[in-house]
């Protein structure tokens, strides 16, 4: 039952529904302690029902919501290491988190987002849009190359739970007509800073995240290609030049093999291309 359905008065539900609410949302626990029948008022309860609703509250239910909010933010952590290694070294970590997790309380669906990715996007358009103040520029790059790893990573985990496996790559002659798209397992990207070094540096010091010289890092273009390979636990990533990026992020399906290979050179990478299984040649549309 989402909220601001309404239970109906008698329902065996309505108490529950909005004790679940109050269990997530901070803000309403606090509207609640205030005007107990303003916020049950959604979930159609008996005057009745809203003091059982009350007396529901106490020093055990706040620990409970608490133990709510820390595995959520638990989960975040696990979702961007990288990312909260250098968040926490400027005391910014678990104030960001906790803030998202109270944001979007009201909406949080766990039966609609399974293993968490729809959550990691949210989580990362809300770091976005607070604009991380004293946070390094760098942080929204890692973030966004950290969520990009773990969408592969899902996607995998999902592909194995269905029985399907990312085909082994093949030899294969390139077709003039075919429009080339990336394979299901590859992802393309490019970021402001090297991303790559700085991941590796943080994971090699998780506790001295060394947060003055992300401050400083310069700026320096990086184009990766990120690839999971049937049975890995974990996305590779390769640095690419720019005309092998320029080329993998045209191959969307709605260009033919000869219009991508008219650059000189440009057949031959797309050739490459092919035979690691970075990119499928999908049928040319019917004339």
Same mark, same amino acid.
């Given at each position: ?36 029948a303003a916020v049950a ?20 239910f706040e620990l409970a ?26 005391? !910014? ?56 790893? !773990? ?50 540096? !943080? ?29 890995s636990r974990a996305p ?10 320029? !080329? ?40």
């Amino acid at each position: 039952m989402s909220a601001g359905t309404r239970a109906g008065p008698g329902h065996p539900l309505g108490v529950q529904a909005l004790l679940a609410m109050l269990l997530v949302d901070e803000r309403a626990r606090r509207r609640f302690a205030i005007d107990p029948a303003a916020v049950a008022a959604p979930f159609g309860l008996s005057a009745q029902e809203v003091d059982q609703a009350v007396g529901a509250i106490g020093q055990g239910f706040e620990l409970a919501a608490r133990g709510v909010t820390g595995k959520r933010v638990r989960r975040l952590r696990t979702f961007f290491p990288c990312s909260f290694a250098l968040l926490d070294g400027l005391g !910014l970590g678990s104030g960001l988190a906790r803030a998202f997790c109270q944001e979007i309380a009201p909406t949080w669906r766990a039966e609609r987002d399974e293993d968490g990715l729809a959550t990691a996007h949210r989580f990362v358009a809300f770091a976005v849009a607070t604009g991380l103040p004293g946070a390094p520029a760098c942080t929204v790059d890692l973030l966004r190359y950290e969520l990009l790893r !773990l969408e592969l990573t899902l996607a995998a985990a999902r592909l194995a739970r269905t029985g399907r496996a990312t085909p082994p790559p093949g030899p294969a002659g390139l077709d003039p007509a075919a429009r080339p798209v990336l394979a299901v397992h590859v992802r393309v990207a490019a970021y402001r800073y090297d991303v790559l070094d700085l991941a590796g540096w !943080l994971r090699r010091r998780p506790r001295r995240p060394g947060s003055a010289a992300a401050r400083t890092l310069p700026a320096e273009p990086t184009r990766v290609v990120v690839v999971q390979a049937p049975g890995s636990r974990a996305p590779a990533v390769y640095r690419i030049p720019l005309r092998l990026h320029e !080329l993998l992020t045209r191959c969307d399906g709605t260009s033919t093999v000869a219009e991508l290979t008219e650059p000189d050179g440009a057949a031959g990478l797309l050739q490459l291309a092919v035979d690691r299984g970075l990119v499928e040649q999908a049928p040319g549309l019917p004339d």
